[in-house]
């Protein structure tokens, strides 16, 4: 027990560390936003010496931005309305796109000590689409059409707009509209569903390259509803002192890149499947921000089986499903020495033990994406690993206490009384009775954590815990089911194996005299 | 010796209601006797019992065990001088039953060697041919061979003093009847000072020297199968003589 006590602290320990001095650069998980990061890492890489770590794929605004106050991240690309709306919760009008970038700057940099440099230059700002023929059979054209079909319209947006004061909610109000229909969902999953007519109207960006490939119309916001998203750099301001090379470098990026460019960009990403550090190095060549022309040779996936992408892809797929079992054991061996303990103590406290087996209980209903954003802010945590195991940790918890509190309460109370009648003591009791008769229990209670670990563990990749949860993660952005598909089988494979193992060890573990029974 | 000096135990029920389950008892089991306690349900036998081995704290009143008041001692020093054997034998199932009548020498820290030696002993003292049965397990053995290995636990450590709750209840009557004719003959070669409770009226002649009568947590009468028949304390007692008289096993 010892031992592996030691063990476990050992590898807590060498958790892959952060380096003091690097420049940690992070991005949501649309595509946009991690061709900028890379943009901006590469203009790092070729004009400055500081050490760029790259922390893409973060999941949501308010992610990305308490790992920049918590100085987990040092840079992502931001947009000036959703600084203005969603983080500093600004009431008024954001029209001008100048004055809400001199606002938003200003309130950043005095609150959060967190700057924006120059603007990347265009304007991605929410478009409402519909499909091309449902435009014209409707006659729509601007958002105040809608008026004609809001009883009968499937609006789909995404979670973040759907519940957002300046998404959806605000809009209905703008324009006066009661959508009778409207739900959220990804947004990586929303085109597919509108070209297949399973809704009709969905938030896009208007640099989205779907918008061309589906043959969407945009409806014009004929009220000016939207605020200017014009993206930028967003610095702490700590590190822009530590290195002052930062900021001129980056800047050499301000207003290179117009709303059509952008399109373009994430064309190429999202639907010609190139990768992204190939894109991006061969704009900044082209733009003549990088003296050496990127010599890359276009290799796209598209003209390959499913089965050799697998192969292809296998010493990638083999170190994600490492850095995954290696969230989930940890996670699912702290839980078990936290876990045991705690099922064992409640059951001789018994007025504890409901509130303790409820709080847990609670843990778990939280919605695992949250609980992870949950664990950034907390000091020690941060983003990625820790955060990750931590969260995993908690949901562990509850299947490993209830059982080994239930299996222990199960023992026949007349063989803990001949036990007690013979002269053992407490601990004996434990050892000797308790414990290998709730044994099996026990184990059922892990071997639930350990499948419910290995599945939510795909979810770590949103704060930058990496494993096999990162191709799905990107694949649904980036609208690439083979992607989906090669971080999503191993998933459940592995989930499987897990299963089986334990199951296998549950039965050697198993008391001899009680498996027959 | 066991000797009850004015021993009571009472429980704080619901409502801070307070039930007297063993009423001012005072009784004396001579060493080398065995006594059985009987009683209807709800009579006390049960709780005068593990009053002995302190499963259950008397509120007032004294128990000596050979000499020495059972409250001043460590409870584990305590219980294992003394043996325990409970309905259905309460053996542990996931040890075998040489691990089951070995297990307090285990823990009192014999040698291999000589928990081995002990356990074929006393497996061969209850009738059970070692070489059959020292490697299976509880849920293997019918229930009187079950009732047997238990016995055969609460002698291991040879304790001067054996509790008996209910041994023979549970199990069918010729299994029972022969038990019965088993435990005698092993009274006669152990020597052991014994309290046995039950509530099979002709069980407790059978197997007693002496019976102790229970009623409501007060000791009616105590004595032998004659005492009672021919010079009962009272009417209850010629009443339970009568009511539990019939059934001969």
Redesign the interface.
């Known amino acids: 027990m010892r031992r592996l006590l030691r063990l476990a602290l050992c590898l807590l320990l060498t958790l892959p560390c952060l380096a003091q001095d690097t420049v940690k650069i992070g991005s949501k998980t649309f595509a946009e936003s991690r061709i900028l990061a890379e943009m901006m890492c590469q203009m790092l890489e070729a004009h400055t010496d500081v050490q760029v770590e790259r922390r893409f794929g973060l999941s949501g605004t308010m992610v990305c931005f308490e790992a920049m106050t918590s100085g987990e991240l040092d840079i992502y690309p931001e947009y000036t309305g959703t600084g203005a709306v969603t983080i500093l919760e600004l009431d008024g009008d954001f029209h001008d796109p100048l004055q809400t970038y001199l606002v938003v700057r200003k309130a950043f940099r005095d609150r959060y000590k967190l700057d924006w440099l120059m603007p990347f230059g265009f304007n991605n700002t929410y478009v409402m689409a519909v499909r091309g023929e449902y435009a014209k059979e409707h006659s729509l054209e601007t958002v105040s059409d809608l008026k004609s079909v809001e009883k009968t319209i499937k609006v789909g947006v995404s979670h973040e707009v759907l519940n957002r004061p300046d998404g959806l909610p605000g809009l209905t109000k703008a324009y006066d509209l009661n959508f009778a229909n409207a739900r959220g969902m990804e947004h990586g999953l929303a085109y597919q569903a509108i070209a297949s007519g399973e809704i009709d109207l969905i938030d896009a960006f208007s640099t989205d390259g779907e918008l061309l490939r589906y043959k969407l119309k945009g409806l014009q916001d004929d009220r000016g509803f939207f605020p200017p998203y014009h993206a930028a750099p967003m610095v702490r301001m700590e590190t822009l002192k530590k290195h002052p090379e930062i900021a001129p470098v980056l800047e050499k990026l301000g207003f290179r890149l117009n709303e059509e460019t952008m399109q373009r960009l994430n064309y190429k990403v999202q639907e010609e499947k190139e990768p992204i550090p190939q894109v991006v190095a061969q704009f900044l060549s082209e733009e003549g921000l990088t003296k050496t022309a990127a010599p890359v040779k276009v290799t796209s996936d598209k003209d390959i089986s499913f089965a050799q992408y697998l192969y292809k892809r296998r010493y990638k797929t083999w170190k994600l499903t490492i850095r995954h079992l290696y969230l989930a054991v940890m996670s699912l061996g702290l839980a078990i020495l936290v876990g045991v303990p705690t099922g064992i103590a409640i059951t001789r406290y018994s007025k504890v033990a409901q509130p303790v087996l409820g709080l847990t209980g609670v843990i778990q209903t939280i919605p695992s994406i949250a609980l992870l954003a949950f664990m950034i802010p907390v000091p020690g945590l941060g983003l990625g690993v820790k955060s990750a195991i931590a969260a995993l940790f908690l949901y562990a918890l509850l299947p490993i206490i209830r059982n080994t509190y239930t299996g222990i309460r199960e023992v026949a109370p007349?063989?803990l009384?001949?036990?007690?009648?013979?002269?053992?003591?407490n601990l004996?009791l434990l050892t000797?009775?308790e414990l290998?008769?709730a044994s099996t229990t026990i184990m059922a209670g892990i071997r639930t954590s350990a499948v419910i670990n290995i599945g939510v563990a795909t979810l770590a990749a949103f704060i930058g815990a990496g494993g096999l949860g990162d191709p799905i993660v990107t694949g649904l952005q980036l609208n690439d089911t083979e992607l989906i598909l090669a971080g999503a089988i191993p998933a459940a494979l592995l989930a499987i194996a897990v299963d089986q193992l334990l199951g296998v060890v549950e039965k050697l573990l198993a008391?001899?005299?009680?498996k027959?029974? | 010796m066991i000797e009850f000096q004015e021993v009571s135990k009472v429980f704080s029920g619901a409502q801070e209601r307070q039930v007297t389950a063993v009423d001012k008892v005072s009784l004396e089991v001579k060493s080398g006797e065995t006594v059985c306690l009987i009683g209807t349900s709800g009579s006390g036998k049960t709780t005068c019992m593990k009053m002995v081995n302190r499963l259950i704290e008397p509120s007032s009143g004294t128990i000596l065990v050979g000499g020495k008041n059972v409250q001043e001692q460590d409870p584990i020093r305590l219980r294992r001088q003394i043996g325990y054997v409970i309905q259905k034998a309460g053996l542990l199932p996931h040890l075998t039953v040489a691990g089951n009548i070995g297990l307090m020498c285990r823990l009192e820290g014999w040698d291999k060697k000589r928990i081995a030696d002990r356990v074929d002993e006393l497996l061969t003292l209850v009738n059970m041919p070692p070489d059959q049965y020292r490697t299976r397990y509880p849920l293997e053995l019918s229930g009187g061979q079950q009732q047997r290995v238990g016995v055969a636990r609460a002698l291991a450590l040879d304790p001067e003093y054996i509790l008996m709750d209910e041994p023979f209840g549970a199990l069918d009557p010729i299994t029972r009847n022969g038990l019965h004719d088993e435990f005698l003959r092993l009274k006669e070669e152990v020597k052991k000072t014994i309290i046995l409770v039950t509530h099979d009226l002709s069980e407790a002649f059978k197997l007693g020297d002496r019976v102790a009568l229970l009623r409501a947590g007060k000791l009616v009468q105590v004595g032998t199968e004659g005492d009672f028949r021919d010079r009962p304390a009272s009417q209850f007692v010629s009443d339970f003589v009568e009511n539990h008289w019939g059934v001969e096993v």
């Open positions: 007349g063989l009384e001949a036990a007690r009648g013979m002269g053992l003591t004996q000797i009775v290998p008769l008391p001899k005299g009680i027959n029974s």
